[in-house]
């Protein structure tokens, strides 16, 4: 089972590019296509501009929705528009607060109060996935307190769950037999993130607490501004990852393709039989 991730383009051109890279990852046939939400400054319009596009590709969308920031009568709004969509998935999140909004935190502080939230006013029109770190929320006092507050997610109605990117397997499989452990069989599904631009990469994961260890930074620092070189590598350490994941259990992957189709195409073409052939 594969998903993919996309953001809300900028611009008319980034747009153009999103539906060509979205129409060819549709033949990868995704379980459903993920929107981020205010994510890297996007707005509200911006997230339904983008699961339109979507729908109009004729994919399963989930919008992703988080909460901090907004009042309950402003989810309600965005919810009532989904529903009238007909959209029947959605990622639920708390998300970080934006700068300049002063501090008002809205109604709802944890994304657990964000699906207690849909499922009291809206039952069970929509399958919920929360987020899930392996390798703990930035923000996290510890990893048990980390595991307290994914279960309560999931004990206010979560159907299943996307992990943070990471390049350490144990971490996912350590997290996975915590959970379990607790008494929880949703499906966690891993995400992953391809590796194409080591800068980028290393920006992304100082900020959202994934580790980039320590040989895979040296491999990659070594490559320098050879583009090409990190790409082919990327594929061929993001593929082998996945790969072992979904031998040992991993019950799917969901791919953050910052809306480009070449890197999890090549990925998910090592993946099929004719891949390793
Ligand atoms: P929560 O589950 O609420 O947890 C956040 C932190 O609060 C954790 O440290 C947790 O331990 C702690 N916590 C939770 N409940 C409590 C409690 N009751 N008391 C005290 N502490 C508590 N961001 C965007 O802006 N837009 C997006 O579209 C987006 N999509 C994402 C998709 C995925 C799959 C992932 C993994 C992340 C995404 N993010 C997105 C980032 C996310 O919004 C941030 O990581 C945010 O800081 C936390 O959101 P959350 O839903 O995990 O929050």
Wanted: charged share 20%.
């Amino acid at each position: 089972m594969f998903s993919l991730e996309y953001f809300p383009p900028r611009d008319i051109a980034a747009q153009e590019r999103l539906v060509r890279s979205a129409k060819r990852l549709m033949a990868l046939r995704p379980a459903y296509v993920s929107v981020t939400f205010g994510a890297g400054g996007s707005t509200r319009d911006g997230t339904v501009d983008t699961v339109q596009l979507m729908q109009n590709l004729g994919a399963d969308v989930a919008p992703h929705l988080s909460c901090i920031g907004s009042t309950r009568e402003q989810l309600r709004t965005i919810l009532d528009d989904y529903r009238a969509r007909g959209l029947r998935r959605l990622v639920a999140l708390r998300g970080d607060m934006p700068s300049g909004m002063g501090g008002d935190i809205g109604d709802l502080h944890h994304a657990s109060d964000l699906v207690r939230f849909v499922r009291a006013e809206y039952g069970d029109a929509f399958h919920i996935e929360v987020a899930a770190y392996p390798e703990m929320h930035p923000q996290s006092l510890g990893a048990r307190e980390d595991l307290d507050h994914f279960v309560a997610k999931v004990s206010e109605g979560a159907d299943g769950a996307i992990t943070q990117y990471f390049f350490n397997p144990d971490a996912y499989f350590d997290f996975v037999d915590r959970v379990r452990a607790r008494g929880i069989d949703i499906p966690i599904v891993p995400g992953i993130m391809p590796i194409t631009n080591y800068t980028q990469l290393a920006r992304f994961s100082n900020m959202c607490g994934a580790e980039l260890p320590r040989w895979l930074r040296l491999r990659l620092a070594d490559f320098g501004d050879d583009k090409a070189s990190i790409r082919a590598f990327g594929v061929e350490v993001v593929s082998a990852m996945v790969a072992r994941l979904l031998e040992q259990g991993a019950p799917g992957a969901h791919f953050y393709t910052l809306n480009n189709a070449d890197a999890v195409l090549a990925i998910c073409a090592n993946l099929t039989p004719a891949g390793h052939a």
